[in-house]
């Protein structure tokens, strides 16, 4: 086996791109392993949910804003442009009991490393019902991103349902508003999880509503979305209404099924646990950034601040044990 990184750096977001320009900066020769193309059932891309944004407008240093894939282009760049060594593949297994540490990719390879960094982001959660994966994968008006996809000429003038009653989904069903007829937001329960700020945000719109103790059972319609079967959750009543679009807004999933049996300690969500305001990790040496270990912020700039930390703790972590 070749000789063990200094520092591996697994998931290509704004977290891991940072924490890649600054541990290639301080010399530590850093790998990235950046993951390949899938769907869940939208596209997961090297690059991370950024990848299926359009503007981003609150990022500071680009005034008249950037696209999503623009902007971590750049980070890439900046990333390679400094000596990161770049892989296009998978960590499906890490051995975190042994050291160095061993991380096997999916094409079969292993590669070792003294001080790993995990900044593989988070997903957004599905429903699960056939015909909206169907149609999700289809693009056919089921969407997981209302900011991403919510502005397509397909959307105006629709009835829109948002489904979840957090402040992702507030503030999807708020930015929906712009667009179309009316928000329908179906919420399971009678009272939204929301903050009251965001709750307010959205019920001050005129054209929006909530459909209070209701599921979603099934989506209508061939290549396009048409309708909704609702159930109330109270009363087992079924109903259907029309609609131009379904935007799922019911929380994320962190990207750590590949850290199963590795002995790092997860949340009670399933995200990556720091121990403290840093990076570190239960494990000596292992350090997370980004959304795999945030699930309150979830933005491109705490994201790479995360980066920068991990890559920061990495550098020290490695120079007091005496590994660089
Ligand atoms: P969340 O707070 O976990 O809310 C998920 C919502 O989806 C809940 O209302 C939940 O219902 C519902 N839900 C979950 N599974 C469902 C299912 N299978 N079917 C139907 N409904 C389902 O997730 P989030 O809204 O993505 O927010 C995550 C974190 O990011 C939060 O800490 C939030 O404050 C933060 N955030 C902040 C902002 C902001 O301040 N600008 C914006 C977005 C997110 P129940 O309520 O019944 O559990």
């Not at 957004?124 to 693009?139: S, T």
């Amino acid at each position: 086996m070749a000789e063990p990184h200094k520092v591996v750096i697994i998931g290509s977001g704004p977290a891991g791109w940072t924490a890649s320009i600054y541990a290639a900066r301080a010399n530590l020769d850093p790998v990235c392993v950046i993951g390949v193309p899938k769907s869940n059932p939208a596209p997961v891309l090297p690059g991370g949910q950024l990848m299926l944004t359009t503007e981003v407008e609150n990022y500071p240093g680009f005034p008249d804003g950037v696209t999503g894939p623009d902007m971590m282009d750049k980070f890439r760049k900046q990333a390679e442009r400094f000596g990161t060594q770049v892989i296009e593949d998978d960590v499906v297994k890490c051995h975190f009991d042994r050291k160095p540490f061993e991380l096997e990719l999916a094409d079969g390879q292993t590669i070792q490393a003294h001080a790993v960094v995990i900044a593989t982001g988070a997903t957004a959660n599905w429903i699960g019902l056939d015909n909206e994966m169907r149609l999700a994968r289809a693009g056919g008006g089921v969407s997981a991103c209302a900011v991403c996809d919510g502005a397509l000429p397909n959307f105006r003038g629709k009835r829109l349902a948002v489904v979840g009653g957090g402040d992702t989904a507030m503030e999807e069903a708020t930015y929906l508003t712009k667009f179309a007829s009316t928000v329908s937001v179906i919420h399971r329960r009678d009272e939204l999880r929301a903050s009251k700020v965001m709750q307010q945000r959205f019920l001050g719109k005129p054209n929006a509503e909530v459909l209070w103790n209701k599921v979603v059972v099934d989506v209508k319609g061939d290549g396009y979305i048409e309708a909704l079967e609702l159930k109330d959750t109270q009363t087992g009543e079924h109903s259907t209404i029309e609609v131009g679009g379904l935007f799922i807004a019911i929380g994320h999933t962190p990207a750590t099924g590949f850290l199963k049996d590795s002995g790092i300690a997860l949340t009670q969500k399933g995200y990556v646990e720091l121990k403290t305001r840093h990076s570190a990790t239960n494990i000596d040496g292992v350090f997370a950034a980004g959304d795999v270990a945030d699930a309150e912020y979830r933005q491109a700039i705490t994201a790479a601040g995360m980066g920068c930390q991990a890559a920061l703790d990495a550098e020290r972590w490695l120079g007091a044990k005496g590994l660089v």
